[in-house]
Structures are given as C-alpha cells and as structure tokens.
C-alpha cells in the first residue's frame, strides 16, 4: 500500500505522531527508566547487601572510616539515586492506579516527587560530608 | 440533579473478588507490596546517612532502634522484600525481553523466585549472625 507519508517503521498515523507522545506526553520515558534503574539496582543492591552484611557490630568510627573509602562512598551515591529514582516511579504508578479523586492524586504524586528529592539530597550531601571530612 | 450521587452505584465489570487467586495473580501483588515496603524502607537508609554525618550520638540513637526486637524485625521484613522484588524483578526483565510467556514457564519461574527470596535471605541472616561464617 503506497502511504501518503513517510513511512518511518512504526504503525502511528501521522495524527497519532503528530499529537506527540500519547497521553501522558511523555512516551515510554517512564517504563524505560524504571527498567534502566531496575538493571542499575540489581548489581547495587547485591552489593550494598554484602556491605550490610559484614558491618554487625560495627562503631560510628569504623562506619563512617567505612563509608569514607572513595569506591564505598561511589557506590553507595550511586545506590542512593538509583533506588530513590526507582521508588519514585513505582510508588508514582501505585498512586496513579489506586487514587481516583483528582486533587488527592496530584497531592500524592507531588509528595513523592518532593520526598525522594529530599531524601536523595539528605542522603548524597551525608555521604559526601562523611567521605570528605572523615 | 439534587440527588445524584457523587459516585455511581451501577454494576461494576467483574472485579477481584470473583477470581480465584493464581499464583502469577498473587506474586504480581506481592511485587508491588514489596516495592511499596521498600520504598518506606527508604527512610531508615536515610536516617542511618544522616544520622552518621551528625555524629556519634545521632548514629548511636540509630543503632539503638536496630538493635531493638521492632529494628530487627524491620530489618528482616525489608531483607525478604528485597530478595522478593530483586527475584521477581529478573522474571519481568525476561518477560520484557520476550521470554516466559507460556503459563507453564511463568509457573516455574515464579515458584524459582519463591525459592530464591528463600534461599538468599536465609543465606544473608546465617552470614550476618555472630560467627556466621
């Protein structure tokens, strides 16, 4: 069939492309990055797992000596906003199927957003204070 | 239009509770449980970091709460969560790459993730225990 665009490989019409990227205007970005992070989590999490593992016992020194080891401190950054990102955009999604009344859902769906944000702050500027000044 | 309901009482299409529960129904629900628990698990990480870059006291109130049977039992909670969600979180990346679509594979490998939140989080607390390893 001889189409009356350029045929670019997807099955859109140029209605569908031309509104953009569906209804929430940002494709798949959401699904991809969950998956992303979900890859980044898997290695991180098995290590910070191991790292909790052996710190039974351990004093605020040898915590902190600990998390002021250059590939620790790495690590645990990188931790911190894989999985904080990774929560947002699930716990966004449970929100999003279970909260119907408009005003309550926006109200959720912003909490997050300004949770994870904090948190992950609260969580780098810790790390980075412990790494540099021991 | 004075006595309009706010919410529609009319019959609704079929809904949970007329569905005899499936295990891939079930270890669906339990993924999202899971995330959810670990999300609010979130904040312990960030009063432990914070807590240890305000000193010795903060970091010590923390491990205090840890150490109670109410800290263990968080902890322990958090740990099978995250064996589940880390298990379960394979299975839908091999889902999204095409793979375990059949009922019998999706079976299997849900019963495998069963197992594996098992395994990995009774390996985790017999290395953790004093003298573990």
Same mark, same amino acid.
């Given at each position: 069939?001889?189409?009356?665009?350029?045929?670019?490989?997807?099955?859109?019409?140029?209605?569908?492309?031309?509104?953009?990227?569906?209804?929430?205007?940002?494709?798949?970005?959401?699904?991809?990055?969950?998956?992303?992070?979900?890859?980044?989590?898997?290695?991180?999490?098995?290590?910070?797992?191991?790292?909790?593992?052996?710190?039974?016992?351990?004093?605020?020194?040898?915590?902190?000596?600990?998390?002021?080891?250059?590939?620790?401190?790495?690590?645990?950054?990188?931790?911190?906003?894989?999985?904080?990102?990774?929560?947002?955009?699930?716990?966004?999604?449970?929100?999003?199927?279970?909260?119907?009344?408009?005003?309550?859902?926006?109200?959720?769906?912003?909490?997050?957003?300004?949770?994870?944000?904090?948190?992950?702050?609260?969580?780098?500027?810790?790390?980075?204070?412990?790494?540099f000044t021991g | 239009m004075s006595d309009t309901k706010k919410y529609t009482t009319r019959p609704l299409s079929p809904h949970l509770q007329v569905y005899r529960p499936q295990m891939t129904s079930v270890l669906s629900i339990?993924?999202?449980? /899971?995330?959810?628990?670990? /999300?609010?698990?979130?904040? #312990?990480?960030? +009063?432990?970091?914070? /807590?240890?870059?305000?000193?010795?006291?903060?970091?010590?109130?923390?491990?205090?709460?840890?150490?109670?049977?109410?800290?263990?039992?968080?902890?322990?909670?958090?740990?099978?969560?995250?064996?589940?969600?880390?298990?379960?979180?394979?299975?839908? #990346?091999? +889902?999204? #790459?095409?793979?375990?679509?059949?009922?019998?594979?999706?079976?299997?490998?849900?019963?495998?993730?069963?197992?594996?939140?098992?395994?990995?989080?009774?390996?985790? +607390? +017999?290395? /953790?225990?004093?003298?573990?390893?």
């Amino acid at each position: 069939m001889k189409l009356k665009w350029k045929d670019d490989g997807t099955l859109k019409t140029p209605l569908a492309r031309a509104r953009g990227l569906g209804a929430s205007h940002h494709g798949v970005s959401h699904w991809w990055h969950q998956r992303m992070t979900a890859v980044a989590n898997l290695p991180l999490m098995i290590w910070l797992v191991w790292a909790v593992v052996h710190m039974q016992g351990w004093t605020y020194i040898e915590f902190t000596a600990w998390l002021a080891v250059p590939v620790n401190a790495i690590l645990m950054i990188l931790s911190v906003i894989s999985v904080f990102y990774h929560a947002a955009l699930g716990t966004q999604v449970i929100v999003e199927d279970y909260f119907h009344i408009e005003w309550m859902k926006i109200a959720k769906l912003i909490g997050i957003k300004l949770f994870f944000i904090a948190a992950g702050v609260a969580c780098v500027f810790s790390i980075l204070k412990i790494a540099f000044t021991g | 239009m004075s006595d309009t309901k706010k919410y529609t009482t009319r019959p609704l299409s079929p809904h949970l509770q007329v569905y005899r529960p499936q295990m891939t129904s079930v270890l669906s629900i339990m993924h999202r449980a /899971a995330g959810y628990a670990l /999300a609010l698990g979130t904040i #312990m990480v960030v +009063w432990m970091l914070v /807590a240890a870059a305000s000193g010795p006291e903060a970091y010590g109130a923390f491990q205090d709460f840890v150490g109670t049977a109410l800290g263990k039992f968080m902890i322990f909670g958090w740990s099978v969560a995250l064996f589940y969600h880390m298990s379960n979180g394979v299975r839908h #990346m091999l +889902w999204d #790459m095409g793979y375990l679509f059949k009922i019998e594979s999706a079976y299997k490998a849900g019963y495998l993730v069963l197992a594996m939140t098992a395994i990995l989080t009774a390996l985790v +607390w +017999w290395a /953790a225990c004093p003298g573990g390893y």
